[in-house]
C-alpha cells in the first residue's frame, strides 16, 4: 500500500491514507546542487510508519521520517550521509491563533509533510564558517554543493531526510491520488464538480498548527470557485553589492544567501511567513495557511502562530539545520506529546 489521498467533496475534507510500505529511499547528509542533478532515482526496502490521530484539541503526527516516494542516491558528492528511521513525535493545536508579530523558527523545525518527513529549510553553513557574521548559504541558492536530490531534499548525519524546498514527489503523489479519486466522483458529472480536480494540495502541518499547501491557491483568496493561480512570495533580492572583506563575501545579491533576499509588502501574494488567510478545501469557512513557492523562501521561515516545543531539534555539532539536525539518538528535542490516541489506523482525522 502507498500513500494515498481521499477527498470529500461535501464538505472539502482530505484524509490521508498511510501503511507500512517499502519506500523509494536513500539518503545521506547534506548536498547542494541543482535538485536532482546527476542523481538517479533510489528505491529501498526501508517501511514508511505514519499516523496522525486527534485529541484534546491537537493533532499528533508520529513517523520514522521515511519519504513515501523516490529519493535521489545517497551518499552522493555532496552528502555522505545514508537515510536512517526516525523517532518522531509531533503535536500542533486544531485551533491555532494567529500572533501580531511572526516568529522567526531559530533552531525548530518548519513543519511536518503528511507523509511524515520533516520541512527544516535551514542550513548550518556560513561564510567563512563565521556564525556571527550572517552569511548563511541556501540550501537551494547554488553557492555549496550539500547533495540536494530532486525533491528539494537530503540527509542529516542521523539519517534524518527533509526537504528544503517543495517536495516533488510528494506532490506528484497526492496530485495523481487526488485526480483518480476526482475521476471516480465526477464521473457522469459537469460544471463544477469538474473543477474539483483540480483544487488546492493540503501537503502537511506547520509547527503551530497552520496547514500547508502547495504553491497553487485561489485567485481570490475568498472565494473557493476562483482559478487557482501560482503563488508569489514577496521576497525578492537586494539592489547593490554584498559588503566585502572581512565585512562580508562580496559580489552581487545573487541568492547565494539568506540574507541576499528582503521581504517587500505587496510585491507578492504571500506576507513575510510566505501565507496568507482564505478559504481551502479543507477549511471552507477560512483559515491562515502557508504556502511553498517555487522561490524564495520555498518553505517559510517565520512562523505566523505559536510554535509547538515538540518542533525543536536536538542541536548537534553543526547546530540547527545543518550537519546535526534533526534526528538524532531521538528525532527532534523539546516535549514530547502524549502518545497519539483517538482516531486511530492509517488515516489521519480531517481538519476542524
Not at 536513500?26 to 535538485?35: L, R
Not at 524546498?165 to 491520488?177: H, S
Request: glycine share 18%; proline share 10%; net charge neutral.
Amino acid at each position: 500500500m502507498g500513500l494515498r489521498l481521499h477527498e470529500s467533496c461535501a464538505v472539502g475534507l482530505a484524509a490521508m491514507w498511510f501503511g507500512m510500505i517499502g519506500v523509494a529511499h536513500a539518503h545521506p547528509g547534506h548536498d547542494e546542487q541543482p535538485a536532482g542533478a546527476g542523481q538517479s532515482s533510489v528505491k529501498s526496502t526501508l517501511k514508511i510508519t505514519v499516523e496522525i490521530a486527534t485529541k484534546d484539541g491537537y493533532r499528533t503526527i508520529t513517523s520514522n521520517g521515511i519519504p513515501n516516494h523516490a529519493t535521489g542516491a545517497f551518499p552522493n558528492r555532496g552528502n555522505p550521509n545514508s537515510v536512517a528511521p526516525q523517532q518522531y513525535q509531533f503535536r500542533v493545536p486544531l485551533d491555532p491563533k494567529v500572533n501580531e508579530k511572526p516568529t522567526p523558527m531559530r533552531g525548530s523545525l518548519f513543519g511536518v509533510a503528511l507523509n511524515g518527513v520533516v520541512f527544516d529549510p535551514g542550513t548550518a553553513e556560513f561564510w567563512n564558517n563565521d556564525r556571527r557574521g550572517g552569511w548563511n548559504y541556501e540550501a537551494l541558492g547554488g553557492g555549496m554543493n550539500l547533495g540536494i536530490d530532486a525533491n528539494h531534499a537530503h540527509v542529516q548525519p542521523s539519517g534524518a531526510y527533509h526537504y528544503h524546498g517543495i517536495p516533488v514527489g510528494l506532490v506528484e503523489q497526492l496530485t495523481k491520488e487526488r485526480g483518480s479519486a476526482g475521476s471516480r466522483q465526477r464521473s457522469g458529472s459537469t460544471g463544477a464538480d469538474k473543477r474539483e480536480a483540480k483544487s488546492m494540495l493540503l501537503i502537511g502541518y506547520a509547527a503551530d498548527g497552520f496547514p500547508i499547501y502547495g504553491s497553487d491557491a485561489h485567485g481570490d483568496a475568498n472565494d473557493g470557485s476562483s482559478a487557482l493561480k501560482k503563488m508569489k512570495s514577496s521576497y525578492r533580492l537586494k539592489s547593490a553589492m554584498r559588503p566585502g572583506g572581512s565585512e562580508g563575501p562580496g559580489g552581487k545579491f545573487d541568492g547565494t544567501f539568506t540574507a541576499d533576499f528582503e521581504y517587500v509588502q505587496g510585491d507578492g501574494d504571500l506576507d513575510e511567513c510566505n501565507g496568507r488567510s482564505g478559504v481551502t478545501p479543507e477549511y471552507p469557512g477560512g483559515t491562515y495557511y502557508y504556502v511553498l513557492t517555487e522561490e524564495f523562501p520555498f518553505i517559510p521561515r517565520f512562523y505566523r502562530g505559536t510554535p509547538d516545543e515538540s518542533f525543536r531539534k536536538n542541536e548537534g555539532p553543526g547546530g540547527p539545520g545543518g550537519r546535526g539536525g534533526p534526528g538524532g539518538a531521538g528525532g527532534p528535542g523539546g516535549r514530547r506529546p502524549p502518545p497519539p490516541t483517538g482516531q486511530r489506523g492509517n488515516r489521519p482525522p480531517p481538519p476542524p
